[in-house]
């Protein structure tokens, strides 16, 4: 007997690329991620990224050098940092004699910057360090836009979002411990698009050493898990942020500040009156909403991730502080990645559910960078683009001269604007006030000769000024409209 063997046919199995097109492309089915694509495409965010980095840096470098960084805040993180860098209690002396900063915010992350600033202690370490953390994040939001929309809609998203207004306010605005949350956010929402969940969740929880409030937007990603299915790993992040936030809120920085209390609970204290009119007035508020959505035509609305934005808007909105209801200062800061990235997650789902065309996408993204480059000369990077920021500040030249007279080591007390350049080498508290208790003085003064920060009362400042001599300070320098005081030195 002969025995014939006959091999079975191979089955035909489409390539990955083909599959993965026609799940995408299928009506209803959900938006999955585009494998990442060799070339450019892989090289295009952190050339982005390197870009951001390099005009974030020009900006925050080039305010400092032309005296336009202050004590509030570059001043207060810069003696946090340079304690941890000489293995002390981030002691803030602008803040208070013997201010202990955790007492204020919970921000322990600070310390990562410590070995660099020792290698390199100067107020300017931190201004780059922020550029770099806010920069690096435009990777994970350029990527999953390429996989959303493709390489050109990918990359002018990108752009999009390096230049929006949150960030260029952060850059514009001194150094703030925020700059942390905002890659950390920027890579855990890219994973949750992944849906790579447990990477998700341990890019997020970071956030709790960044800065308290942060917690909630911890709890909002544990939500988002658990509403995926999620719900073991979802109620843990929940869990875990909800009693950090506590242990922090109640114990922690009440134990380290003077007073014993966790201060910025006033802003969210008072009468409540009509919640929803408190929540949605004034209309400034709205004014915020539009400014935020608008560079993503909307569109960010249709993904489920802009929920994520919910916790720090409502925070801000219910606060009794205005400061938090508009667009300035660093405060929109990590709703980018979560607006952007939304953008990116709608297009996405356009895509699968109804076979949005790579061009239509273009051309919606074309739309939010109109809106985006409408705004840029009324930006902070538009400086870059005046002379007067690339040449040197003869009165900024003139200031730092007149600051040298004061020794390495020792106490002064300086004025908001003048402080940062002050705060790499001398023990600085700031003017009008003196450190200590009654008849403890610096011996040290350094302060504009007419008040113009806006920090306190030019009135206040003022008659400070005036009363200087009769504390026993005399005049030993001055250039450039500010003066250097000597305690006990003779005219």
């Not at 790579?196 to 709890?219: H, I, Y």
Request: hydrophobic share 50%; aromatic share 10%; with cysteine.
């Amino acid at each position: 007997m002969t025995l014939t063997l006959t091999r079975a046919p191979r089955a035909t199995v489409a390539p990955q690329s083909q599959l993965h097109s026609q799940l995408r492309t299928r009506p209803g089915s959900r938006p999955l991620p585009e494998p990442p694509r060799p070339g450019r495409t892989v090289l295009l965010p952190w050339a982005l990224a390197a870009v951001l980095f390099a005009a974030y840096s020009a900006l925050s470098v080039s305010r400092h050098l032309h005296l336009r960084t202050s004590g509030f805040d570059l001043g207060i993180f810069e003696q946090a940092v340079r304690g941890y860098a000489e293995g002390r209690a981030p002691v803030s002396e602008l803040k208070g004699p013997g201010f202990h900063l955790l007492g204020d915010h919970f921000h322990p992350i600070l310390a990562t910057l410590a070995p660099l600033y020792r290698v390199f202690p100067s107020p300017m370490t931190l201004l780059v360090a922020q550029a770099a953390l806010l920069a690096v994040s435009a990777v994970p939001v350029t990527r999953v836009a390429a996989r959303a929309a493709g390489p050109w809609a990918g990359a002018g998203i990108g752009v999009g979002y390096g230049l929006s207004v949150g960030l260029q306010q952060t850059v514009a605005f001194d150094f703030h411990e925020i700059a942390f949350a905002v890659p950390l956010l920027a890579f855990a929402l890219e994973r949750l698009t992944l849906r790579r969940w447990r990477a998700a969740a341990w890019c997020a929880l970071p956030l709790l050493l960044v800065k308290e409030d942060l917690a909630a937007t911890v709890v909002a990603v544990g939500c988002y898990l658990f509403w995926h299915g999620r719900r073991r790993l979802g109620a843990g992040v929940v869990a875990l942020a909800a009693a950090t936030v506590a242990l922090v809120v109640l114990v922690v920085i009440p134990a380290l500040n003077p007073d014993g209390v966790y201060t910025y609970l006033s802003n969210v204290d008072g009468p409540v009156g009509d919640p929803v009119t408190r929540l949605l007035l004034p209309a400034q508020k709205w004014g915020t909403v539009a400014v935020l959505l608008a560079p993503t035509a909307f569109l960010a609305l249709r993904s489920p991730l802009i929920l994520l934005a919910l916790p720090t808007l409502g925070w801000r909105f219910w606060s009794t502080n205005p400061a938090y209801w508009g667009t300035g200062f660093h405060y929109g800061a990590v709703l980018m990645p979560i607006v952007f990235l939304a953008f990116a997650d709608a297009l996405a789902r356009l895509r699968a559910r109804h076979g949005l065309r790579r061009w239509t996408a273009c051309g919606l993204v074309a739309v939010g960078l109109a809106v985006t480059a409408a705004a840029l000369p009324f930006r902070p990077l538009a400086e870059l683009a005046r002379p007067a920021t690339w040449q040197r500040d003869a009165t900024a030249d003139a200031v730092r001269g007149v600051l040298r007279v004061i020794p390495d080591g020792a106490q002064v007390a300086a004025a908001n604007g003048i402080a940062p350049q002050l705060t790499d080498r001398t023990r600085v508290f700031l003017f009008p006030y003196y450190p200590g208790g009654p008849g403890a003085k610096p011996d040290w003064v350094a302060a504009p000769d007419h008040p113009r920060d806006g920090l306190f009362p030019a009135g206040q400042e003022a008659e400070a000024l005036r009363a200087l001599p009769a504390a026993g300070y005399r005049p030993v320098a001055s250039a450039g409209g500010v003066t250097v005081y000597h305690l006990g030195a003779r005219e």
